[in-house]
């Protein structure tokens, strides 16, 4: 059922790959995001925080084919509205900044499949994903989702581990009833 959302993703995460080289020009040169350009990068990582709460066993109800804020869905990830002003020198070493998230985001991928995994046969077997599991994945995917929103300079905020922390990426998942019993 994700596949139609894989063919989706790839292209939009191409146009997402360059609409994001070109805010970091923009954000270096001037210091401003261009709007149109970080509602469309804010969309993408909206999206993709569905389709990875939808394929990682987050929920059970289908995402939809957007990345509009749509406060019925059960994944969330809110993104606040672009800074007035951004630090060129923090964009322009933003590459750099990333490395250690993108370890940490890696490595939280690799625990991510396994939890998947996991919840998979016990929801066969019991029919219910036990709570433990369903936070675990929760923080896996919420500092995945901060740290693609830190990666694509919609924030300046290093992304925290913590799921409940301030700020304009907040992923939150609430356990659907059709998973816990």
Request: proline residues 8%.
């Given at each position: 059922m994700a596949i139609p959302h894989f063919f989706v993703l790839f292209f939009y995460a191409i146009a997402g790959l360059f609409a994001v080289i070109a805010a970091w020009f923009a954000v270096v040169i001037t210091a401003k995001y261009p709007a149109g350009i970080y509602g469309f990068v804010a969309g993408l990582q909206r999206y993709v925080a569905r389709v990875n709460g939808y394929l990682y066993l987050l929920t059970d109800v289908y995402p939809p084919f957007n990345g509009s804020e749509d406060p019925e869905y059960p994944i969330q990830?809110?993104?606040?509205?672009?800074?007035?002003?951004?630090?060129?020198?923090?964009?322009?070493?933003?590459?750099?900044?990333?490395?250690?998230?993108?370890?940490?985001?890696?490595?939280?991928?690799?625990?991510?499949?396994?939890?998947?995994?996991?919840?998979?046969?016990?929801?066969?077997?019991?029919?219910?994903?036990?709570?433990?599991?369903?936070?675990?994945?929760?923080?896996?995917?919420?500092?995945?989702?901060?740290?693609?929103?830190?990666?694509?300079?919609?924030?300046?905020?290093?992304?925290?581990?913590?799921?409940?922390?301030?700020?304009?990426?907040?992923?939150?998942?609430?356990?659907p009833g059709g998973l816990q019993g």
């Open positions: 990830l809110a993104i606040g509205p672009p800074k007035e002003q951004y630090s060129r020198l923090l964009a322009f070493f933003r590459a750099i900044l990333f490395i250690p998230v993108y370890i940490v985001m890696y490595l939280l991928g690799i625990a991510a499949m396994v939890i998947a995994f996991l919840s998979w046969l016990v929801i066969i077997v019991t029919g219910k994903q036990p709570e433990g599991l369903q936070s675990a994945q929760v923080f896996c995917l919420g500092y995945t989702a901060r740290a693609g929103v830190y990666g694509s300079l919609l924030t300046e905020k290093f992304p925290s581990f913590d799921n409940e922390a301030d700020g304009p990426a907040v992923p939150t998942a609430p356990i």
